[in-house]
């Protein structure tokens, strides 16, 4: 009988095991070590062995076009089967949370594969059963908001597939600042006890985030394009180029955001574009910039279908008023503090400078209670006590701050649970301060325990970190009546308390609803909050039959007296350029269906009407790409990245292979090459070499040496080939 083992911990006579084993699958497949994989994990299940192993996408690309408040991502990505025995590749990737997924594409062997939208099972049995045939398929299923799993299958061994996604979604507004939040990889998940962690999904098992990802394999270019001027272009988060979009229009037409000869009547055009480096971190790229000189204090964005004769419409209104000062009422704050091992290194650091920072900033009048947590909770001043916010004790719970170390798991339901059991005294206003990175795998058991809560808390959400759960820190703020607040590595922790303090001390307006008088509107989708706090938007989104112009009304109360704001507002009557708006209000009345599920019971059958009838992926439902299209008639899948596109499709004509001996190209008769090129995943030439004449020559072959003299290193290019006026490119692998 074996000694018993603590989680993560293996006897020595397994750990031989597990070693020979994948010794001598190695051996045979030339498996991946996990600790080798860059980028957003992918796994493949090896048909003959059984083993699941890692694989990582060549290339993410990500092109954005920026209009007033909205974004619409094409995100292209290129997979590679290392692995001769695979007929499966599953892919965890993320997404934005706020995205409205709606086209999913797979160009494999010169072919499209458009998908559509099925119910969730009657689509995993569709790719089956293509699987089992030997045939060609690719599915996305959502796991998350943010958490999406792709599979692909029978891609051949060494063998290319592209798959593009398309996700529109709202900007978020802070401030006269808009940020596009893009996140670049999945995070571990911690599932524990009550999590109930999906397989692949909120284990760890599978996954190995780097602190880096290759620059070679990372794109991200944006174009945008206002009908105001914009100022303070920047990420926090990664090195950037910014250009005026004529000075940067090569750029944006090689990379497929415009064509050669586009224009725009739009007068503020900016491109943004990654510095070219080595590596980028690995964390969520955040792109903000402020919105200048604006002449309306609102985004609207609206499209009528005249075929349905159906308009849907967005609008984020940003009325900041001004209210008189007035003292405020005395704050009752309890915080939770995030000291789990996810937080280790600077998002715990940042964690106690925020936590201090609201603690400086209180009254003598206020209450306070700290609560830490991991595995467990530690309290500051006792089991649910709380304090008056003395000088005494603000420095007590300073000390308790100051003390706080990470490690350990997120149990953050039964933290939540505790702070909401903190007695209320007085006639206090109260809030709770949660500080985490929401890396949990079960963030709606949370959602329900606050909605369902009888004092119908408010919550303010601070994330610290470079992989966040924006998912949870915005929606839980979101149906806490608050708002989240994001701390990046290099933020200044002063001025981002001190914007959301100004907003918690003298919210806006209280009780806040939305009137839309005489437009004949149905199926509006209303601010879950109903508090408006200073620099934060109200979103309202909605759908109408007939367009023009009408007047929105926001009513609510300042310190009981009732306030009411007017705007004017044109929705279409024809079709524009707006297509993406049915996308995201189709989005949001998922979501708030699938918000109403946490307490209410399954609104399945209506998530799958709305996400079938306007191709929006939701939990219930999925992508499927199985019957294939002529590239020709598809379109150009891969304009969004010029320089890796089958430009024509000469690929089943051709043979190209990597092994011991070299490359080798096979040329059916009348074929002639006249030019061989190599190049690395950033597009600079490393090898060229041109032929007079090849009339007779069926095989190219390369041993790997250089004109310099030197071989070739192990790794992932590009090989153009030129044939009489037409080329083609691939994606190669040489590990010779």
Same mark, same amino acid.
């Given at each position: 009988?074996?000694?018993?083992?603590?989680?993560?911990?293996?006897?020595?006579?397994?750990?031989?095991?597990?070693?020979?084993?994948?010794?001598?699958?190695?051996?045979?497949?030339?498996?991946?070590?996990?600790?080798?994989?860059?980028?957003?994990?992918?796994?493949?299940?090896?048909?003959?062995?059984?083993?699941?192993?890692?694989?990582?996408?060549?290339?993410?690309?990500?092109?954005?076009?920026?209009?007033?408040?909205?974004?619409?991502?094409?995100?292209?990505?290129?997979?590679? @089967?290392?692995?001769?025995?695979?007929?499966?590749?599953?892919?965890?990737?993320?997404?934005?949370?706020?995205?409205?997924? !709606?086209?999913?594409?797979?160009?494999?062997?010169?072919?499209?594969?458009?998908?559509?939208?099925?119910?969730?099972?009657?689509?995993? !049995?569709?790719?089956?059963?293509?699987? %089992?045939?030997?045939?060609?398929?690719?599915?996305?299923?959502?796991?998350?908001? @943010?958490?999406?799993?792709?599979?692909?299958?029978?891609?051949?061994?060494?063998?290319?597939?592209?798959?593009?996604?398309?996700? +529109?979604?709202?900007?978020?507004?802070?401030?006269?600042?808009?940020?596009?939040?893009i996140p670049t990889m999945v995070a571990p998940r911690y599932g524990g006890a009550q999590g109930m962690?999906?397989?692949?999904?909120?284990?760890?098992?599978?996954? @190995?985030?780097?602190?880096?990802?290759?620059?070679?394999?990372?794109?991200?270019?944006?174009?945008?394009?206002?009908? &105001?001027?914009?100022?303070?272009?920047?990420?926090?988060? !990664?090195?950037?180029?910014?250009?005026?979009?004529?000075?940067?229009?090569?750029?944006?037409?090689?990379?497929?955001? $415009? *064509?050669?000869?586009?224009?725009?009547?739009?007068?503020?055009?900016?491109?943004?574009?990654?510095?070219?480096?080595?590596?980028?971190?690995?964390?969520?790229?955040?792109?903000?910039?402020?919105?200048?000189?604006?002449?309306?204090?609102?985004?609207?964005?609206? &499209?009528?279908?005249?075929?349905?004769?159906?308009?849907?419409?967005?609008?984020?209104?940003?009325?900041?008023?001004?209210?008189?000062?007035?003292?405020?009422?005395?704050?009752?704050?309890?915080?939770?503090?995030?000291?789990?091992? +996810?937080?280790?290194?600077?998002?715990?650091?940042?964690?106690?400078?925020? %936590?201090?920072?609201?603690?400086?900033?209180?009254?003598?009048?206020?209450?306070?209670?700290?609560?830490?947590?991991?595995?467990?909770?530690?309290?500051?001043?006792?089991?649910?006590?709380?304090?008056?916010?003395?000088?005494?004790?603000?420095?007590?719970?300073?000390?308790?701050?100051?003390?706080?170390?990470?490690?350990? *798991?997120?149990?953050?339901?039964?933290?939540?649970?505790?702070?909401?059991?903190?007695?209320?005294?007085?006639?206090?206003?109260?809030?709770?301060?949660?500080?985490?990175?929401?890396?949990?795998?079960?963030?709606?058991?949370?959602?329900?325990?606050?909605?369902?809560?009888?004092?119908?808390?408010?919550?303010?959400?601070?994330?610290?970190?470079?992989?966040?759960?924006?998912?949870?820190?915005?929606? +839980?703020?979101?149906?806490? /009546?608050?708002?989240?607040?994001?701390?990046?590595?290099?933020?200044?922790?002063?001025?981002?308390?001190?914007?959301?303090?100004?907003?918690?001390?003298?919210?806006?307006?209280?009780?806040?609803?939305?009137?839309?008088?005489?437009?004949?509107?149905?199926?509006?989708?209303?601010?879950?909050?109903? /508090?408006?706090?200073?620099?934060?938007?109200?979103?309202?989104?909605?759908?109408?039959?007939?367009?023009?112009?009408?007047?929105?009304?926001?009513?609510?109360?300042?310190?009981?007296?009732?306030?009411?704001?007017?705007? +004017?507002?044109?929705?279409?009557?024809?079709?524009?350029?707006?297509?993406?708006?049915?996308?995201?209000?189709?989005?949001?009345?998922?979501?708030?269906?699938?918000?109403?599920?946490?307490?209410?019971?399954?609104?399945?059958?209506?998530?799958?009407?709305?996400?079938?009838? &306007?191709?929006?992926?939701?939990?219930?439902?999925?992508?499927? %790409?199985?019957?294939?299209?002529?590239?020709?008639?598809?379109?150009?899948?891969?304009?969004?990245?010029?320089?890796?596109? $089958?430009?024509?499709?000469?690929?089943?004509?051709?043979?190209?292979?990597?092994?011991?001996?070299?490359?080798?190209?096979?040329?059916?008769?009348?074929?002639?090459?006249?030019?061989?090129?190599?190049?690395?995943?950033?597009?600079?030439?490393?090898?060229?070499?041109?032929?007079? %004449?090849? $009339?007779?020559?069926?095989?190219?072959?390369?041993?790997?040496?250089?004109?310099?003299?030197?071989?070739?290193?192990?790794?992932?290019?590009?090989?153009?080939? !030129?044939?009489?006026?037409?080329?083609?490119?691939?994606?190669?692998?040489?590990?010779?």
């Amino acid at each position: 009988m074996h000694a018993p083992t603590s989680k993560g911990t293996r006897p020595a006579w397994l750990v031989l095991l597990i070693v020979f084993a994948l010794t001598l699958a190695a051996q045979a497949m030339s498996i991946i070590p996990v600790d080798e994989v860059e980028g957003p994990t992918c796994v493949v299940r090896d048909s003959v062995t059984g083993m699941s192993l890692p694989l990582s996408p060549e290339i993410s690309q990500y092109n954005v076009l920026i209009t007033d408040g909205f974004a619409h991502i094409r995100l292209t990505q290129l997979y590679v @089967n290392r692995f001769e025995n695979v007929n499966d590749i599953v892919y965890v990737f993320p997404l934005p949370h706020e995205g409205s997924v !709606h086209a999913m594409s797979m160009e494999y062997d010169g072919t499209v594969y458009k998908a559509e939208i099925y119910e969730k099972q009657q689509a995993q !049995h569709l790719y089956d059963s293509a699987k %089992a045939d030997g045939a060609n398929a690719a599915l996305l299923v959502q796991h998350k908001p @943010n958490v999406f799993q792709q599979r692909l299958a029978n891609i051949a061994y060494n063998d290319s597939a592209y798959v593009r996604i398309e996700v +529109s979604m709202p900007l978020k507004y802070n401030n006269g600042e808009l940020e596009l939040a893009i996140p670049t990889m999945v995070a571990p998940r911690y599932g524990g006890a009550q999590g109930m962690p999906q397989p692949g999904v909120d284990s760890t098992d599978l996954w @190995n985030p780097p602190a880096d990802v290759n620059g070679q394999e990372l794109f991200i270019t944006t174009l945008i394009q206002t009908g &105001y001027p914009m100022t303070n272009v920047y990420s926090p988060t !990664h090195p950037l180029v910014v250009r005026k979009m004529e000075d940067a229009h090569s750029v944006l037409v090689k990379q497929g955001l $415009l *064509g050669p000869d586009s224009r725009t009547e739009m007068p503020n055009n900016v491109a943004v574009y990654l510095k070219d480096e080595v590596t980028y971190p690995n964390k969520d790229y955040v792109l903000r910039f402020e919105r200048a000189a604006a002449t309306q204090d609102f985004s609207l964005a609206s &499209y009528f279908d005249t075929e349905l004769n159906e308009g849907c419409f967005a609008l984020q209104l940003y009325p900041d008023e001004k209210f008189p000062e007035a003292d405020r009422q005395p704050l009752e704050l309890i915080f939770l503090i995030d000291i789990s091992g +996810s937080q280790s290194g600077w998002p715990i650091v940042k964690e106690k400078e925020i %936590a201090n920072n609201i603690l400086n900033r209180l009254n003598t009048g206020d209450r306070i209670s700290l609560c830490a947590f991991n595995t467990s909770v530690r309290w500051a001043f006792g089991t649910h006590a709380i304090v008056d916010a003395t000088p005494e004790n603000v420095a007590l719970a300073e000390s308790f701050v100051d003390g706080l170390s990470a490690g350990g *798991g997120t149990e953050l339901l039964n933290a939540v649970r505790n702070i909401l059991a903190v007695p209320k005294g007085g006639e206090h206003q109260r809030y709770f301060i949660i500080l985490t990175d929401g890396q949990i795998g079960n963030e709606e058991a949370i959602f329900a325990e606050i909605e369902a809560h009888p004092s119908n808390p408010t919550i303010f959400t601070f994330g610290a970190g470079g992989n966040l759960n924006r998912y949870f820190l915005d929606r +839980s703020a979101e149906i806490g /009546n608050g708002f989240s607040t994001i701390i990046t590595s290099d933020a200044d922790v002063d001025d981002k308390v001190g914007q959301a303090w100004e907003k918690i001390q003298f919210p806006q307006i209280a009780n806040v609803t939305v009137d839309f008088g005489g437009l004949p509107t149905g199926d509006l989708v209303l601010p879950v909050s109903t /508090n408006l706090y200073k620099g934060c938007p109200i979103e309202v989104y909605g759908r109408y039959t007939t367009g023009g112009t009408y007047t929105v009304t926001v009513r609510g109360d300042y310190k009981g007296a009732p306030v009411e704001i007017t705007r +004017s507002v044109a929705l279409a009557s024809e079709e524009n350029t707006n297509a993406m708006i049915p996308k995201i209000w189709a989005k949001q009345v998922i979501d708030r269906l699938t918000m109403e599920e946490w307490t209410t019971g399954s609104n399945k059958d209506k998530i799958i009407e709305i996400s079938t009838a &306007y191709q929006v992926l939701s939990k219930y439902t999925a992508f499927l %790409a199985i019957n294939p299209q002529p590239i020709e008639e598809a379109g150009d899948l891969m304009g969004a990245t010029p320089t890796l596109a $089958l430009e024509e499709n000469l690929w089943r004509q051709l043979s190209i292979r990597t092994d011991m001996y070299g490359l080798s190209v096979i040329m059916p008769d009348g074929l002639l090459m006249e030019k061989f090129e190599l190049y690395d995943l950033r597009g600079r030439l490393l090898y060229r070499m041109s032929f007079a %004449a090849m $009339l007779c020559a069926k095989l190219f072959r390369w041993d790997g040496i250089m004109q310099t003299g030197m071989r070739l290193r192990p790794g992932r290019y590009v090989v153009r080939l !030129h044939f009489a006026g037409k080329t083609v490119a691939k994606v190669i692998s040489w590990q010779q």
